[in-house]
T-cell receptor
Framework: GAGVSQSPSNKVTEKGKDVELRCDPISGHTALYWYRQSLGQGLEFLIYFQGNSAPDKSGLPSDRFSAERTGGSVSTLTIQRTQQEDSAVYLC?????????????FGPGTRLTVL | KNEVEQSPQNLTAQEGEFITINCSYS?????LHWLQQHPGGGIVSLFM???GKKKHGRLIATINIQEKHSSLHITASHPRDSAVYIC??????????FGTGTSLTVIP
């Protein structure tokens, strides 16, 4: 079926507002990852979901960031009280199984701009 | 010091040249990934390696676990290969570490 999809593709928000970013993984993929890529910077791992297990949140940069994955499928990344340094492209990827030990398929990303 | 170092940072090549991008890492790994990011941002996973060598079309990836080093080779390079190539290491603690990328431009 379709690849990984993300919405919105672009989001402009004011500092201090909350934002929600959505990721629809490939159907049947048990693993889901969120990454961040700031302007001119490399990729940064944020959080990883494997099936129904508790997520690995070790990469979340602050407690303003949270993520959930409902029913082992769609995931939302929420950023509360956004700051200008949160401006980045947020990428989602999914894989059939196993953290890192399987090919990851990336979504097109959500470009977040915090004014 | 970054856990993953890539070289070169920037690379310009003539169409048809053989290209090598290098990745060194300092952590124990369970897997190493090579990613390709085209202008416009889309990311494609090229290879996932835990040992040896893999080939896909004109792309070859190798890894030497003892030396903690991986290379991505492109044979008969083409302008459509122009992209940023990113090395990503998954350590044994299930943490991902990314290189800063190699920006490749292939000139016709």
């Amino acid at each position: 079926g379709a690849g990984v999809s993300q919405s919105p593709s672009n989001k402009v928000t004011e500092k201090g507002k909350d934002v929600e970013l959505r990721c629809d993984p490939i159907s049947g993929h048990t693993a889901l990852y969120w990454y961040r890529q700031s302007l001119g910077q490399g990729l940064e791992f944020l959080i990883y979901f494997q099936g129904n297990s508790a997520p690995d949140k070790s990469g979340l940069p602050s407690d303003r960031f949270s993520a959930e994955r409902t029913g082992g499928s769609v995931s939302t990344l929420t950023i509360q009280r956004t700051q200008q340094e949160d401006s980045a492209v947020y990428l989602c990827a999914s894989s059939l199984a196993g953290q890192g030990a399987d090919t990851q398929y990336f979504g097109p990303g959500t470009r977040l701009t915090v004014l | 010091k970054n856990e993953v170092e890539q070289s070169p940072q920037n690379l310009t090549a003539q169409e048809g040249e053989f290209i090598t991008i290098n990745c060194s890492y300092s952590v124990g790994i369970s897997a190493l990934h090579w990613l390709q990011q085209h202008p416009g941002g889309g990311i494609v996973s090229l290879f996932m390696l835990s040992s040896g060598k893999k080939k896909h079309g004109r792309l070859i990836a190798t890894i030497n676990i003892q030396e903690k080093h991986s290379s991505l080779h492109i044979t008969a390079s083409h302008p459509r290969d122009s992209a940023v190539y990113i090395c990503a290491a998954l350590n044994t603690g299930n943490q991902f570490y990314f290189g800063t990328g190699t920006s490749l431009t292939v000139i016709p």
